[in-house]
C-alpha cells in the first residue's frame, strides 16, 4: 500500500510559478510509474505529466515546455515545476502512482493511488 500527500499549491498570478512536491509513503516507491493529474470544477480529471519508473516522462500538449516532472527515489518524492502559470491551469491537482502499465496507458482509471489533491489557482 502506498500513500501519498501533496503540497505546494497556492494562488499565483498568470506567468507565475509553483512547484508541487507529492511525498510517498510505502514499499516499492522506485518501481512505481508516477503522475500529476488536475481536475477542474465540472471538468473530467486529466493527466498533466507521468514519469516512469526508468525516469522517461510524457507531457501533456497543453504543459509541454512549461510543466517539469521531476523525481527523487532517495526521498520518495515526486514533483512538478510549473513555470508561466496560465489561468486555464488552475484546477486541483492530485498526484498518483501505479504499476508499469499505469504509464503505458496514462488514464486515471490505470492508477491505484491517490493523493488528497492540492488547489492552484492562477489569475
Known amino acids: 500500500h502506498v500513500q501519498l500527500v501533496e503540497s505546494g499549491g497556492g494562488s499565483v498570478q498568470a506567468g507565475g510559478s509553483l512547484r508541487l512536491s507529492c511525498a510517498a509513503s510505502?514499499?516499492?516507491?522506485?518501481?512505481?510509474?508516477m503522475g500529476w493529474f488536475r481536475q477542474a470544477p465540472e471538468s473530467e480529471r486529466e493527466g498533466v505529466a507521468l514519469?516512469?519508473?526508468?525516469?522517461?516522462?510524457y507531457y501533456a500538449d497543453s504543459v509541454k515546455g512549461r510543466f517539469t516532472i521531476s523525481r527523487d527515489n532517495a526521498k520518495a518524492t515526486l514533483f512538478l515545476q510549473m513555470e508561466n502559470l496560465k489561468p486555464e491551469d488552475t484546477a486541483m491537482y492530485y498526484c498518483?502512482?501505479?504499476?508499469?502499465?499505469?504509464?503505458?496507458?496514462?488514464?486515471?482509471?490505470?492508477?491505484?493511488?491517490w493523493g488528497q489533491g492540492t488547489q492552484v489557482t492562477v489569475s
Open positions: 498518483a502512482a501505479g504499476g508499469m502499465g499505469s504509464c503505458l496507458f496514462r488514464k486515471p482509471s490505470d492508477f491505484t493511488y
Open positions: 514519469i516512469g519508473s526508468d525516469s522517461n516522462t
Open positions: 510505502g514499499d516499492g516507491y522506485r518501481e512505481l510509474c
